[in-house]
C-alpha cells in the first residue's frame, strides 16, 4: 500500500481532504452535466398513437361466417359476414368477403 509513498510528495492531512472533497463535488458536477444532456425520448409521441385493436365480436361472427362458406351455406355466411361488419366497419377483409 505504501509502496509508492516514497515517490509521492508529502501532502497534510487537511489538503488530502480539500482534495477528496474537491473530487467528489466534479464527480457530481459530470454526473448532472451528463444526466441533464442526455437525449430524452418524447413519450407523448408514443403515448397519442392509436394501437389498433380487434373487435371480438365480429373477429366470432367472422369466423363463424368463414365456416359457414366452406360449408356451402353461403346466404348464412353473408349474414354472419353483414352482422360482422356493423361491429367492425374498417375491416376491408369483410368487404372483400360480401
Known sequence: MYLFAIF???VEENDMDRLHIKIFILSLLTYFILACSASKTNLSEYSSAHIPGYNKLAMELTIRASI???LGND???LHL????????STSAGL???I
Request: aromatic share 10%; no cysteine.
Open 8 to 10: 509521492l510528495p508529502k
Open 68 to 70: 359457414q362458406e366452406v
Open 75 to 77: 346466404a348464412q355466411a
Open 81 to 88: 359476414y353483414q352482422e360482422a361488419k356493423r361491429y367492425d
Open 95 to 97: 368487404d372483400l368477403a
